[in-house]
Nanobody
Framework: VQLVESGGGLVQAGGSLSLSCLASGLTFSWFAMGWFRQTPGNEREFVAAFDWGGRQIYYAASVKGRFTISRDNAKSTLYLQMNKLKPEDTAVYYC??????????????????WGQGTQVTVSP
């Protein structure tokens, strides 16, 4: 399984960025997928995720209404559209494959494969 994120960069506060995560080595449509982020010295935190059926979407309170997670199963790609970015959104963003039948979509322990991350920097 390989997950490769792209689309990070530097943007001013209030701007937008779109992240992509290309998956290979798995039947992408079978899996729930999620986005997390991490800043230096802090634990990786949940951002957004699809559930197993792909019908339910979960967002962290800090990004709800500004970020949108989506997926294209035909392209084996997960997306994260980030609007109205704030300096506190600065982090390395990771996509991950979910593998917990109990759900727990906001927990890092529920995910078994991770990408290498892409840096998002939001300037004031």
């Amino acid at each position: 399984v390989q997950l490769v994120e792209s689309g990070g960069g530097l943007v001013q506060a209030g701007g937008s960025l779109s992240l992509s995560c290309l998956a290979s080595g798995l039947t992408f449509s079978w899996f729930a997928m999620g986005w997390f982020r991490q800043t230096p010295g802090n634990e990786r935190e949940f951002v957004a995720a699809f559930d197993w059926g792909g019908r339910q979407i979960y967002y962290a309170a800090s990004v709800k209404g500004r970020f949108t997670i989506s997926r294209d199963n035909a392209k084996s790609t997960l997306y994260l559209q980030m609007n109205k970015l704030k300096p506190e959104d600065t982090a390395v963003y990771y996509c991950a494959r979910h593998n917990d039948h109990d759900g727990n979509y906001n927990l890092t322990s529920a995910y078994d494969h991770w990408g290498q991350g892409t840096q998002v920097t939001v300037s004031p």
